[in-house]
């Protein structure tokens, strides 16, 4: 079967500035596959040069085996994109945008339409300048869903949604998979990967540093620990707790890095007497500047 995308060698050069180097992969049909990167680390310039929004400065990419540089327009009639960032027509109201883009597509079906603009709670009749970044981004989600496409290309599609808005988004997103379609997500969420996809690839300045299983992302996670004690604690009582590194001690307040189980940590605290425990799990920015170091992770804000 062929994969529904296929990135051969592509690479992007902006000169001086990251682009993207050598990027190999594919994905299958019907699978969710995740693309993992801190910012800047090239996500979205892959993304852009697979719909041919920009073009490669070598290697392609096929998407439904269409060579992207040669037919998009074939391309972009199946599928659905939610862009990192965009901008719209902000005198249109968030029904009229929609229907905008339901008549490029030639139509959709309008009860569809109309649940799910009930099911995320968008107010469609405000114009879209009066919208939050939240309720901006609820108009994208249903543009790009509102047609039901073969493939969905999404680009950190939670950026500005609230947590139970989130929730619906990816229940959306298990039932739309469930119809059929292939879904590739950009995000730098590690959690919100682990949730949704069956594989992933992680980028770090231009290039693939991993492909594989969900599963083969447990080694890089880890939680951010700290413990507040009635009394001063010995640091060493944890720092021989196998996966405990970066031990800051600071008044009777304990701060750690955990990678794997937490438990041993939990019962070693237990001989205390602990007033407060707080357990975060880091974004994946924070993971790979704490994996790879800080020149590694790459520094900047360019989301390219």
Do not use: W
């Not at 990251?18 to 800047?40: A, K, M, S, T």
């Not at 990192?84 to 009860?111: I, K, S, W």
Request: proline share 4%; glycine share 10%.
């Amino acid at each position: 079967m062929t994969p529904i995308i296929t990135l051969e060698k592509l690479t992007k050069s902006y000169g001086k500035s990251r682009g993207i180097i050598d990027v190999d992969l594919e994905v299958e049909r019907g699978e969710v596959f995740g693309f993992l990167g801190p910012n800047g680390a090239g996500k979205t310039t892959t993304i852009r040069t697979m719909l041919d929004l920009i073009r490669p400065t070598s290697g392609r990419a096929l998407v439904f085996g269409i060579e992207s540089s040669v037919d998009p327009v074939s391309i972009h009639r199946r599928i659905g994109y939610i862009p990192g960032e965009f901008a719209l027509y902000d005198r249109l109201t968030g029904r009229q945008t929609l229907e905008y883009f339901a008549n490029l597509r030639g139509g959709v079906d309008p009860a569809y339409q109309a649940s799910l603009i009930e099911r995320f709670e968008l107010e469609a009749g405000k114009r879209f300048k009066e919208y939050s970044k939240g309720n901006k981004q609820k108009v994208g989600v249903i543009a790009a869903l509102q047609h039901r496409p073969e493939l969905l290309i999404l680009d950190e599609p939670t950026s500005g949604l609230d947590p139970l808005v989130q929730q619906t988004f990816f229940t959306t997103l298990r039932e739309h998979v469930a119809g059929g379609a292939t879904v590739f997500l950009s995000s730098h969420i590690l959690s919100e990967v682990e949730k949704s996809c069956q594989r992933v690839a992680i980028i770090r300045d231009g290039r693939l540093v991993k492909l594989g299983t969900v599963d083969g992302l447990r080694d890089l996670a880890h939680h951010q620990v700290e413990l507040r004690f009635a009394g001063a604690v010995p640091s060493d009582t944890f720092a021989h707790i196998a996966g405990v590194s970066d031990i800051v001690a600071e008044d009777h307040t304990l701060r750690m890095r955990v990678a794997g189980p937490i438990t041993p940590v939990v019962r070693a605290a237990a001989q205390f007497e602990l007033l407060d425990f707080v357990s975060r799990e880091p974004s994946l920015e924070e993971t790979f500047l704490a994996q790879y170091g800080r020149e590694a992770a790459g520094a900047g804000t360019d989301d390219r």
